[in-house]
Nanobody, 114 residues
Framework: QVQLVESGGGLAQTGGSLRLSCAAS????????MGWYRQAPGQQRELVAS???????NYADSVKGRFTIFRDVTKNTVYLDMNRLKPEDTAVYYC????????WGQGTQVTVSS
């Protein structure tokens, strides 16, 4: 069973930065896409960012230019650098990894104060 452990969430001020981590129990080279969804209260879950390989990444329009997704295969970890944070970024962020099925992390809360 694949385990995804998320960390790095917390409280930030508008304009601040956070780094989310998603550590897998095995080699992330065994996955297809990895990335994060987020869900704010009363809102639909949305795809924030995904990574297929070293240079193939995708971002939601709302975070493009502010967030960066990258991976460290030696640590079996995918990271999401979140910069110039806005209150609209407040949500629970869920890491995912695709194999034959989609696996999910436990979620981590990101709160950005206005």
């Amino acid at each position: 069973q694949v385990q995804l452990v998320e960390s790095g969430g917390g409280l930030a001020q508008t304009g601040g930065s956070l780094r989310l981590s998603c550590a897998a129990s095995g080699s992330i080279l065994g996955f297809g896409a990895m990335g994060w969804y987020r869900q704010a209260p009363g809102q639909q879950r949305e795809l924030v960012a995904s990574i297929l390989s070293r240079y193939i990444t995708n971002y939601a329009d709302s975070v493009k230019g502010r967030f960066t997704i990258f991976r460290d295969v030696t640590k079996n970890t995918v990271y999401l650098d979140m910069n110039r944070l806005k209150p609209e970024d407040t949500a629970v962020y869920y890491c995912y990894a695709d194999q034959t099925v989609r696996y999910w992390g436990q979620g981590t809360q990101v709160t950005v104060s206005s």
